[in-house]
């Protein structure tokens, strides 16, 4: 079993920056592919980002050159830096693991664990 607790949302102006992180539990988190997610009211969850074990990263169109994911896999600890934030940016953020070390999938489907999610508000 895996747990993920997400921390670092709150509120900011926009152009201005946040960093996420999601603290994992499992002695097998190196292995696995850790991916961000976000749902806005009343719209679908979106894929943000995701990484794999040795570092190989995906971004989604919206974020791409915006925000940075990193993992610190000796503090068990994926991170999500975000940049000149935006008011469209505004949601919930999701933190995801999944068990399959070879993709990083965009679909939440094919991840298997999720935190309880952080809400990130911009201001314009």
């Known amino acids: 079993q895996v747990q993920l607790v997400e921390s670092g949302g709150g509120l900011v102006q926009a152009g201005g920056s946040l960093r996420l992180s999601c603290a994992a539990s499992?002695?097998?988190?190196?292995?696995?592919?850790m991916g961000w997610f976000r749902q806005a009211p009343g719209k679908e969850r979106n894929f943000v980002a995701a990484?794999?074990?040795?570092?190989?990263?995906r971004y989604g169109d919206s974020v791409k050159g915006r925000f940075t994911i990193s993992r610190d896999n000796a503090k068990n600890t994926v991170y999500l830096q975000m940049n000149s934030l935006k008011p469209e940016d505004t949601a919930v953020y999701y933190c995801?693991?999944?068990?399959?070390?070879?993709?990083?999938?965009?679909?939440?489907?094919?991840?298997?664990?999720w935190g309880q999610g952080t809400q990130v508000t911009v201001s314009s």
């Open positions: 499992g002695r097998t988190f190196s292995r696995y592919v």
């Open positions: 995801a693991a999944d068990t399959n070390p070879i993709r990083t999938s965009t679909g939440g489907s094919e991840y298997e664990y």
């Open positions: 990484i794999t074990w040795s570092g190989i990263t």
